[in-house]
């Protein structure tokens, strides 16, 4: 049973187009959704959350956009460098109802990004 | 501003023997969190700890697998006694609270069993 799902294993992109990785879930009590970038040899890098209150979350290069109606979420990366060539895995994680996170994350499988001089 | 620190980096043993992998987070962090990361089924979370209790080790494989955390500095992940099918990355990370902070991590402990 998987809930969070990341059904692209890669994308190869041009550098300086936009990428955009995608990601859906299907439990419903998820409200708090990151994106970590992993390359080889290290652990995942946090890059990027966004709650559930919000449909959108911008930081520099990296947008995340939330589609709760969808159970689904997207990263925009926007110049694409080639040092963004990475694994980059979704996460996600519920609050309880007294609104302290419970924290667990659950991950996708990652999708493989190469961007391409 | 170190990091979350793991070590070893590499363990290569052999089936049978115990292997602890250790994990120091990063300081004032309350919450230490247990990663293995298998090619079939990505990264699973094993065990966390809030101020070096655990709290849900419902992610723990069975149990030839424990974790302890003594202090607020250190960690255990003890495997004995280990198996093939152990063979993975272990990941721990630490993050300071709930309040939607995220998890950092360290760089892993690739476990090889032969």
């Keep these: 049973d998987q809930q969070v799902k990341q059904n692209s294993p890669s994308l190869s992109v041009q ?21 970590y970038k992993k390359y080889p040899a290290e652990g ?17 290069r990296f947008t995340v956009f939330l589609n709760k109606s969808a159970k689904h979420l997207s990263l925009h990366i926007v110049p694409s460098q080639p040092g963004d060539s990475a694994v980059y895995f979704c996460a996600a994680s519920r609050q309880n ?13 990652g999708t493989i990004l190469t961007v391409h001089p | 501003d170190a990091g979350v620190i793991q070590s070893p980096r590499h363990e290569v043993t052999e089936m049978g023997q115990e292997v ?8 004032g962090h309350d919450y230490l ?20 209790v655990p709290i849900d080790d419902s992610g723990m494989p069975e149990d030839r ?36 902070q995220p998890q950092h991590f360290g760089d892993g402990t690739r476990l090889s069993i032969l």
Aim: charged content about 20%; aromatic content about 16%; hydrophobic content about 35%.
């Design chain 2, 65 to 100: 697998f424990s974790a302890k955390m003594p202090n607020a500095s250190f960690s255990t992940l003890k495997i004995q006694p280990s198996e093939p099918r152990d063979s993975a990355v272990y990941f721990c990370a630490s993050s300071p609270d709930w309040g939607n």
């Design chain 2, 20 to 27: 602890t992998l250790r994990c120091k987070p990063i300081s």
């Design chain 2, 33 to 52: 969190f247990w990663y293995r990361q298998t090619m079939m089924r990505g990264l699973e979370l094993l065990i966390y700890f809030n101020n070096n």
């Design chain 1, 15 to 35: 550098e300086g187009r936009i990428s955009i990785l995608n990601c859906d879930y299907t439990n419903s009590m998820f409200d708090y959704f990151l994106w």
């Design chain 1, 97 to 109: 109802a007294g609104g302290t996170s419970y924290g667990k994350l659950t991950f996708g499988q």
């Design chain 1, 44 to 60: 995942p890098t946090f890059l990027i959350s966004i709650s559930s209150i919000k449909d959108k979350n911008e930081d520099g």
